[in-house]
């Protein structure tokens, strides 16, 4: 690697943190635990550090936009996660965000493929 | 269950040390790790307990301890960014009122009190020397409690930036050329060189390099046999030190020859300074002059040697700050 390229692995961290807390609170629409979310996660082709999913999760929960409850009754304690009218309101927002993010860059795309 | 799961937790927990919350975290990490490894040792969705090995992968992907306790601390640093640079600029200021007033308590043998901040007691030079480097760590250590405290309060605190003479940030290497300042330093090496030679070859003929005349046939020591010897030897080895330096400066620009060659100085200055002023004179100059003049030429002597240390110790701390302003913002 020459020093003019990029560090993809730093750069992409950032970037991952925006879209992690939208992939995160559109999940919640369904009760899930933490490892349960790690899982289906990668069923659907990305792979998040599970080390950064809980301390996101504890954030999002201390702002009010998802709520906690251990579920003691199975085999092994699993500490559940829903999300919160509060969180449906902030997702919505970032959704709205994201979107923007995306339509601004498709159409960047287009100007540039034409040049 | 594992021992090796444990000391895990027990190190995250180690570095969570103080959170209210520590005890939930660990929960949620166990569990997850216990679930991780029993789907593969295949005892999942069974209360069976995994196997070591499989607990272990987990452990590992989970990463380390530490890594993972840092993930759920605050993310707001010691002093914000923003305050950095002020912690040299205000503690280069309180120093220079840390030193000055040192000056004051060694020329003027007097306690100096700025209430209720500073107290300065009266010192001898040598104590002073000795005091200044702690004065500077006390300096650098109060000005970042204060930064620390109000990057903690979260509040946006708008400080002074006092501007005098040359900003550190504006301190640029010099933009002379390559071969140019190689020159220039070798030219200066050469000179000192030539110098310091000079200088033991009228030492192994007289024994004092100080004459009070400039006839080469007929010279005369300034000073006592004495005294003169010390002095000589101790002026010798400034102008050795020097001449190294510059020597060393035509392999490496690094300002830690500076800062070794500042420290040196201020280390031979105060050799000098110790130096018993009374019956310093040859009897002959002496008594040529009038004991009054005799007397402020002591205190010149002394007063010039005091202006070097100060202004050495002021090169040394810069090039101190310089250095640690760098590895600084080398750090990520």
């Known amino acids: 690697m020459t020093n003019n390229e990029p560090d993809i692995g730093s750069l992409e961290t950032e970037m991952n943190r925006g879209f992690l807390h939208i992939l995160v609170l559109a999940l919640l629409e369904k009760d899930m635990y933490g490892y349960s979310m790690v899982k289906h996660i990668e069923t659907l082709g990305y792979k998040v550090e599970e080390n950064t999913l809980y301390p996101l999760l504890r954030r999002l929960e201390k702002n009010g936009w998802i709520a906690s409850k251990w579920n003691l009754t199975e085999d092994r304690p699993r500490k559940f996660y829903a999300i919160t009218a509060a969180g449906r309101a902030l997702r919505a927002n970032l959704l709205d965000v994201w979107k923007t993010q995306n339509r601004v860059l498709e159409k960047i795309n287009k100007e540039t493929s034409h040049v | ?332």
């Open chain 2, 1 to 332: 269950m594992s021992d090796k799961l444990e000391a895990y937790l027990e190190e995250i927990s180690h570095f969570l040390s103080g959170r209210a919350e520590r005890e939930e975290i660990l929960s949620e990490i166990r569990s997850h790790i216990l679930e991780k490894a029993a789907e593969g040792t295949g005892a999942s969705g069974t209360a069976g307990a995994p196997g070591d090995a499989a607990v272990d992968e987990a452990i590992a992907a989970f990463g380390p301890a530490r890594k993972v306790a840092g993930r759920y601390v605050d993310d707001r640093p010691i002093i914000a960014p923003a305050y950095k640079r002020y912690l040299f600029r205000y503690t280069s200021m309180l120093f220079a009122v840390h030193a000055a007033l040192t000056v004051l308590a060694v020329v003027f043998k007097k306690d100096f009190v700025i209430f209720p901040f500073l107290f300065m007691p009266k010192l001898g030079i040598i104590d002073a020397l000795m005091y200044l480097p702690m004065a500077f760590l006390a300096d650098l250590g109060i000005v970042a409690v204060v930064l620390y405290f109000i990057t903690q309060s979260g509040k946006d605190v708008k400080l002074p930036w006092p501007k005098f003479a040359v900003d550190l940030d504006e301190v640029k290497p010099p933009k002379k050329s390559f071969w140019l300042s190689r020159v220039a330093t070798a030219v200066g090496a050469v000179i000192m060189l030539a110098v310091t030679d000079f200088a033991l070859y009228v030492f192994a003929r007289h024994q004092t390099i100080f004459f009070a005349n400039a006839d080469w046939d007929n010279l005369r020591p300034l000073f006592m046999p004495a005294p003169g010897r010390r002095i000589s030897l101790i002026v010798i080895a400034m102008f050795a030190a020097s001449t190294m330096a510059l020597f060393v400066k035509l392999f490496t620009r690094s300002r830690w020859v500076d800062v070794a060659s500042n420290a040196v100085t201020i280390g031979l200055v105060g050799l000098l300074l110790r130096q018993p002023v009374d019956d310093l004179f040859v009897a002959e100059i002496a008594g040529r002059f009038s004991p009054r003049i005799v007397t402020w030429g002591k205190y010149s002597v002394l007063i010039t040697l005091l202006f070097i240390a100060l202004m050495t110790t002021i090169e040394l701390v810069k090039g101190i700050v310089v250095i640690s302003r760098r590895k600084l913002s080398q750090v990520k």
